[in-house]
Structure formats: structure tokens, C-alpha cells
Nanobody, 119 residues
Framework: QVQLEESGGGLVQAGGSLRLSCAAS????????MGWYRQAPGKLREMVAT???????NYADSVKGRFTISRDNAKNTVHLQMNSLKPEDTAVYYC?????????????WGQGTQVTVSS
């Protein structure tokens, strides 16, 4: 069974930085996509950043230039470095892993980690 474990959330003042980490365990294809999503109270979950196992990266417009996603394929980990944080970045951040096996797409979610940015 594939599982994701997140760490690194917390409370920070506006303008500060946080680094989120996510470790994947279990068996899954080496070709996959890992990413971070977030959900603020009363809002839909939205994509923050994704990175494929081949290194292709996609960011939400709202975080471009402030957040950096990276991954270590050997360790099955993905990280999100968040700089210049704003109060509107406050949300629960979820790690996600997507892969295909035998033509079926699987999407695995972490339990979420709270990020709170105070003004």
C-alpha cells in the first residue's frame, strides 16, 4: 500500500519561510507525478506545484517566484520551499502522488499539514 507522510507545516509571520516535506512509501512505478495542493477554509482544494519524475515542474500563478518544488527520486521524497509567505497562503497543504499501473491511474493523498501565515 502506498502511503504519503508530510512534515514541516506550522505558524509563520508574513514574509517568512517554511519548508514542507513528503515521503512516499510502498511500491509504485518510477514514472510518476508528485505535488502539493492546498485547501483553505471554505475553498476548493487547489494545485500549488507539481513535479514529474523526469523533472517537469508546474506552479500555480499565485506562488510563482515564491515557492520552489523539488524531489529526490532515490528517496521518493518531494519538498516545497515556501518563501515570502502571505496570509492568503494559509491552508492545509496536501502531498499527492499520481501514477499508472496496468492502465489504471492511482492518486494517493497525504493526511495534510497546516500552514498558517499571520499578518
Amino acid at each position: 500500500q502506498v502511503q504519503l507522510e508530510e512534515s514541516g507545516g506550522g505558524l509563520v509571520q508574513a514574509g517568512g519561510s517554511l519548508r514542507l516535506s513528503c515521503a512516499a512509501s510502498g511500491t509504485f512505478p518510477s514514472l510518476n507525478v508528485m505535488g502539493w495542493y492546498r485547501q483553505a477554509p471554505g475553498k476548493l482544494r487547489e494545485m500549488v506545484a507539481t513535479i514529474t519524475s523526469t523533472g517537469y515542474i508546474n506552479y500555480a500563478d499565485s506562488v510563482k517566484g515564491r515557492f520552489t518544488i523539488s524531489r529526490d527520486n532515490a528517496k521518493n521524497t518531494v519538498h516545497l520551499q515556501m518563501n515570502s509567505l502571505k496570509p492568503e497562503d494559509t491552508a492545509v497543504y496536501y502531498c499527492n502522488l499520481v501514477y499508472r499501473t496496468r492502465g489504471v491511474t492511482d492518486s494517493v493523498w497525504g493526511q495534510g499539514t497546516q500552514v498558517t501565515v499571520s499578518s
